[in-house]
C-alpha cells in the first residue's frame, strides 16, 4: 500500500514551528520534503532542549521532533543565486510551505506571483499571524503574542494571576495544522484542474472562532462572562489535586450518575442538593468540596481506573514520563524510537491519525544541509551553479 | 473554480464540538454534508442555547450548534432501530465519506462498524474521532474536551512559572481535532482513489493533541527530566510576558527576540539608555535580570490602552499584541478587514453575525452557504430525493419513530 502523500513533491522555507509542522505532517504521510535551511539552519536548531542541556544545532529537541522525513538544503535566500535556485525546486514542486512575514517572504522571493510563473500548478501554503493583507499584515508576531491577539490567552489563568498561555507553542501548532488542512485541500483542486493558489493562513483568523461557546454566546445572545476560571470551570469541570498528582473531571448531565458510583458516592444519588443538574448548579459549591475532598484522597491512576470502568470522565494529568508509560500509547503503537546520527535514540510522537500500520514513516531529522547538493543536482542545477548558492559548501 | 471539495457527500454522526466543527470545515470547502441525529439522540448543543423549551422550535435557535453546523443537511434516524440502521446503510452506500465521534465501542454497537458499512459501500471513507482511539485498554474510557489536554500530556506543562498544573481556559483538544478533520479527509480520499476502496482511519483525539507537545516528550526521553511550567516567559528571551494596561484587566503581550527590537522598546518608553545598561544589554543578561526588566516596561504600559500600546510599540518594530478579549476580537480592525465575521440569516434564529472559512483559498474559496439545518429540516431530501422511498414508506418512518420532525424534549434536561 502507497503513503497516503507518497509522489507528492513539498518544500518548505518556513521557520521554528508552524511551517515546519506542517511540513513534518506532510512527510510522515509519505510527501517528499525538501527543507530550504539559511546558512546557519533553523532557528529550532539553536532553541533546545537540547541533549545533556548542551546548546548543539543537531541536538535540539524542537528540531528533531518537528522536522523528521525530511531532507535539507541549505541555500541563503538573500542572495540572487539562492533565489534562483529555489525558483529551479518550485518548478517541479506540487506545495511550498512558508511562514514569513508578507515583507520578509517578498524579499526572500517567495511571493506568489514569481512563483506561479515558473509554476502555476504550486500551491503556495503561507502562515502568518495576521493574513496577507490588512493593517496588522506586517506586525511583528510570535507565539506569545499570536496567543493574545487570537482570544486565547485572555480566557486561561486565574482572575488574580492574570492571561497565560499554554504550555510550548500552542498556537504555532496550531497555525501548522490549520495549514495542513488547507494545503491539501488546495492540492486536491490542483490536481483536479492543474491551477494552484495562494493559501492563506491567518493564525489570529483560525485561533479566534474556537474559543467554545465565547463567539456564539456573545454574537448571538450578547453574553460575554469576561472572567478567567482557572482550573474550576465548576464543581464537576475541572483539576482537582489528588495524592500523587492531578485529577480532571468533565462530566456532563448523562454522566453524573456514573461519576456518582466512580467516586464511591452512590448517596449523591439520593441527596436532592444533587438530583438535577439545575441543582447540582446551584449547590455548586457544596459539591465542589466532596469533588475535593474524594480527589484529595484518591492515587492517579486509580482515579483513571475506577472512571474507566464505571463509564465516568475522570482522567488524569499526564506527566511526559506518563505519555512514556502509558499502556494505552504503548498498545497503540504510537509512541516511535527514531535513531539519530548526533542525538541519539529518542522517543517521537507518530502520526497525528492511523490510517493503516504502513501510513506514516519513523525516519529521523536531517543534518544541517546533508542533502544540499543531491537536492540542487535533482533540480538540473550544474556544479558551477550549485557552487554558487551558499549552501553548496556543505 | 470548483470548491475543494464539490461532489463530496459526509454522513455525518458527529456530535457536539469537535466532530461537528471539522465537518462544518468540510461543508464549508464545498462538501454536502449530512448530519444524522435520532429523535431521542440529538446533538446536545441543541438544548444549550439558552431558549426555554417552551418556545417553539428552541432547538434550532441554540447559537453554539448554528455555528458548528452551518453548510449542513440534517436528517432524523433512530439508530438503534434496524429500519434506521438499513436507511443509513444505504445513505453511506451512496457517500463517500463518514464521520463519527463516539467513545470506541458505540459504532460497532450499533452495528455500523468499519466493515459492515464497508460491504453496503465498498470505497467509503470511514473517520472515526474518539477520545483515545479505536483500538487499547483504554479506549472504552469516557472522555471529553477538557479530559483531552490532560491526556496529552499539555497541561502539565501549562501554568504560571512554579505554580500547579493549568488547564486551558476553554476545552482546547476539540477543535484541534476538528481542525485535522479536512486533511485526514482529504488523505483518504486520495488513499481511496489510489487503491480503489475503503479507507478507515482512527483520529484518536489525545494522540493527535501530543503531536503539539512533541518536543517535550522527545526531550523527556533523552534526558528524563520533567519541564515545569513556565508561563509566559521564554527559555532565552526578556522581556517576553504579558503586562497590565489602562482599564480593568487589560493587558497586552511583548516579545523581544532580537537586540535591536529591545533598543527600539527603551527608546519608546524613554529611557534609550537601557539598551546599553549591562543588565539587559544582551539577551543573556536580560534573561538573567527579567524580573526587574518587566517592571520597567509595565510602568510604561500601565497608563497606555492595550491597542494603543501595542500600536505605538509596531510602529517602532517590537513586537507586541493586546491580549483580546471575546467582544475585542469580534471588532478587531484585523479581522475586519480579513472578513473574519459575517452576518448570517437563519429562518428560526435571526440574523447575527458568525466567523466565516478560516482559511483564504482565493481560486477555491469556502462560503458560508447554508445556515445550520433545523431539526430533521432535509428529511423528504434524504428519504425520497436520496433513498428513494416514496411517501407511504416515509409515513411508516414516522409512524413507527424511526424519524421525526421534532426532538424528544426530554432527552439531555
Not at chain 1, 446551584?282 to 464505571?310: F, N, P, Q, S
Not at chain 2, 436520496?386 to 421534532?406: F, H, K, M, N, R
Request: proline share 6%; aromatic share 8%.
Amino acid at each position: 500500500m502507497p503513503l497516503p502523500l507518497e509522489g507528492v513533491r513539498v518544500l518548505e522555507a518556513g521557520t521554528f514551528v508552524s511551517a515546519p509542522y506542517c511540513g513534518r505532517l506532510f512527510a510522515g504521510y509519505g510527501a517528499d520534503v525538501v527543507k530550504i535551511e539559511p546558512p546557519g539552519g533553523d532557528l529550532a536548531r539553536a532553541h533546545g532542549p537540547f541533549k545533556d542541556g548542551a546548546p548543539n544545532s543537531e541536538t535540539s529537541a524542537l528540531f528533531l521532533y518537528l522536522n523528521t522525513n525530511k531532507r535539507s538544503a541549505v541555500l541563503d535566500l538573500g542572495t540572487v543565486a539562492g533565489r534562483d535556485a529555489l525558483l529551479r525546486l518550485a518548478a517541479d514542486a506540487d506545495v511550498l510551505i512558508e511562514n514569513y512575514r508578507p515583507d520578509d517572504a517578498r524579499t526572500l522571493g517567495l511571493d506568489y506571483e514569481r512563483l506561479r510563473a515558473v509554476n502555476p500548478r504550486l500551491v503556495l501554503v503561507s502562515i502568518t499571524a495576521y493574513g496577507q493583507e490588512g493593517p496588522y499584515a506586517e506586525y511583528h508576531s510570535n507565539n506569545l503574542i499570536a496567543f493574545a491577539m487570537g482570544g486565547q490567552m485572555f480566557l486561561t489563568g486565574t482572575p488574580e494571576g492574570g492571561p497565560v498561555k499554554n504550555g510550548g507553542y500552542q498556537a504555532d501548532y496550531q497555525g501548522g495544522l490549520n495549514a495542513f488542512s488547507a494545503a491539501n485541500l488546495a492540492l486536491l483542486a490542483a490536481e483536479r484542474d492543474g491551477e494552484g493558489q495562494h493559501v492563506d493562513i491567518s493564525v489570529q483568523h483560525c485561533m479566534a472562532p474556537i474559543l467554545e461557546a465565547g463567539i456564539p454566546f456573545y454574537a448571538y445572545n450578547g453574553i460575554w462572562m469576561g472572567v478567567r476560571r482557572g482550573n474550576l470551570m465548576s464543581s464537576f469541570m475541572g483539576i482537582y489535586p489528588c495524592l500523587d498528582g492531578q485529577v480532571g473531571v468533565h462530566v456532563m448531565a448523562r454522566n453524573w450518575s456514573h461519576f456518582a458510583r466512580a467516586t464511591g458516592h452512590a448517596e449523591w444519588l439520593d441527596d436532592e442538593r444533587f438530583a438535577t443538574a439545575e441543582a447540582r448548579r446551584e449547590h455548586d459549591d457544596e459539591l465542589m468540596a466532596e469533588v475535593i475532598a474524594w480527589a484529595a484522597g484518591m492515587r492517579k491512576k486509580e482515579a483513571y481506573a475506577v472512571g474507566g470502568e464505571h463509564r465516568a470522565p475522570v482522567t488524569f494529568i499526564h506527566t511526559m514520563q506518563d505519555l512514556l508509560e502509558s499502556p494505552q500509547l504503548a498498545a497503540r503503537g504510537f509512541l516511535r524510537r527514531i535513531d539519530h546520527p548526533v542525538a541519539g535514540e529518542a522517543v517521537y510522537p507518530g502520526p497525528p491519525w492511523w490510517m493503516g500500520p504502513d501510513a506514516w514513516r519513523d525516519g529521523r531529522a536531517p543534518l544541517l544541509g546533508e542533502h544540499t547538493h543531491a537536492v540542487l543536482a535533482q533540480a538540473g542545477l550544474s556544479e558551477a551553479e550549485r557552487a554558487a548558492t551558499a549552501g553548496a559548501h556543505t | 473554480m470548483t470548491a475543494p471539495l464539490a461532489g463530496v457527500r459526509v454522513v455525518d454522526l458527529t456530535m457536539v464540538w469537535a466532530g461537528p466543527l471539522g465537518t462544518r470545515l468540510l461543508g464549508d470547502y464545498g462538501a454536502e454534508v449530512i448530519k444524522i441525529e435520532g429523535p431521542g439522540q440529538w446533538d446536545l448543543l441543541r438544548g444549550l442555547g439558552g431558549i426555554p423549551r417552551t418556545e417553539p422550535r428552541w432547538y434550532n435557535r441554540a447559537a453554539y450548534f448554528n455555528h458548528n453546523n452551518r453548510n449542513k443537511y440534517s436528517a432524523a434516524l433512530d439508530l438503534r432501530q434496524e429500519a434506521g440502521r438499513d436507511l443509513l446503510l444505504r445513505l453511506c452506500a451512496r457517500s463517500d465519506v463518514l464521520v463519527e465521534n463516539y467513545r470506541a465501542n458505540v459504532m460497532d454497537n450499533l452495528g455500523l462498524g468499519f466493515d459492515t458499512v464497508r460491504n453496503a459501500n465498498p470505497r467509503i471513507v470511514y473517520l472515526s474521532m474518539p477520545g483515545h482511539g479505536k483500538t487499547g485498554p483504554e479506549s472504552h474510557y469516557v472522555t471529553y474536551g477538557t479530559n483531552v489536554e490532560q491526556l496529552a500530556g499539555l497541561v502539565s506543562i501549562s501554568g504560571y512559572e512554579g505554580g500547579e498544573p493549568l488547564k486551558t481556559g476553554f476545552s482546547y483538544g476539540d477543535p484541534v481535532s476538528g481542525i485535522a478533520v479536512p486533511a485526514a479527509v482529504a488523505l483518504g480520499l486520495r488513499q481511496r482513489e489510489r487503491t480503489g476502496e475503503a479507507v478507515f482511519i482512527d483520529l484518536a483525539q489525545r494522540e493527535n493533541l501530543t503531536g503539539f507537545v512533541g518536543e517535550f516528550v522527545v526531550d523527556y526521553s533523552m534526558n528524563g527530566e520533567p519541564r515545569a511550567p513556565a508561563g509566559n516567559a521564554h527559555p532565552h528571551l526578556a522581556p517576553h510576558s504579558v503586562y497590565r494596561c489602562a482599564g480593568d484587566d487589560r493587558w497586552i503581550a511583548i516579545a523581544c527576540e532580537r537586540d535591536e527590537q529591545f533598543a527600539a522598546l527603551c527608546r519608546v518608553i524613554g529611557q534609550p539608555e537601557l539598551a546599553g545598561d549591562e543588565r539587559f544589554a544582551t539577551t543573556t543578561a536580560r534573561k538573567a535580570n527579567e524580573r526587574e526588566l518587566d517592571a520597567i516596561v509595565e510602568e510604561w504600559t500601565a497608563n497606555l490602552g492595550h491597542y494603543e500600546a501595542m500600536h505605538i510599540l509596531q510602529r517602532h518594530g517590537v513586537p507586541a499584541g493586546a491580549v483580546l478579549t471575546i467582544p475585542e476580537v469580534m471588532s478587531d480592525p484585523q479581522l475586519r478587514a480579513r472578513g473574519a465575521w459575517s452576518a448570517q440569516t437563519h429562518p428560526d434564529a435571526g440574523t447575527w453575525e458568525m466567523e466565516t472559512p478560516p482559511w483564504r483559498l482565493p481560486r477555491t474559496p469556502g462560503h458560508a452557504r447554508l445556515p445550520a439545518p433545523g431539526f430533521a429540516e432535509h428529511n423528504r431530501y434524504v428519504f425520497r430525493d436520496l433513498l428513494g422511498l416514496d411517501d407511504e414508506a416515509i409515513a411508516q418512518l414516522y409512524a413507527d419513530g424511526v424519524t421525526a420532525d421534532e426532538p424528544n424534549a426530554r432527552t439531555h434536561s
